[in-house]
């Protein structure tokens, strides 16, 4: 009984020692891909619009913040087809806290360079 106690003790350690990362509780966070797959993906469920890219990405204090680009409005042609630009703020587990529209573009036009404003 002894070999098999042995054997079991350190499978018992090893596991404890994975969850106990430094504060005794096992925590994962997300990677960045999936933060943004996870947002992209809440975001087409909420709005019910495709969303076509990720255009800014940054982890801030209170979590995640992106600005993913949305096909609103489909049109022929497709250089015609409104598009438009959400801020998205996920908390630090990568769900979604709160969304907004801060742009909304024909697809075929680019931005105008205008110092300090959109």
Do not use: C
């Not at 430094?22 to 997300?30: D, H, I, S």
């Not at 209170?62 to 598009?83: F, K, Q």
């Amino acid at each position: 009984m002894s070999n098999t106690k042995n054997t079991q003790d350190p499978q018992n350690s090893r596991k404890s020692q994975n969850s106990d990362k430094g504060n005794g509780v096992a925590e994962k966070r997300p990677s960045p891909m999936e933060v943004l797959r996870h947002a992209r993906a809440q975001l087409t469920e909420l709005t019910g619009m495709a969303a076509e890219s990720v255009s800014s990405f940054e982890q801030t204090e209170d979590g995640w913040t992106l600005e993913i680009e949305v096909l609103e409005l489909a049109r022929v042609p497709d250089t015609m087809s409104l598009m438009a630009s959400y801020q998205v703020d996920l908390d630090p587990e990568g769900q979604l806290t709160g969304y907004r529209r801060v742009r909304r573009y024909e697809r075929g036009r680019s931005d105008a360079h205008r110092p300090g404003g959109r």
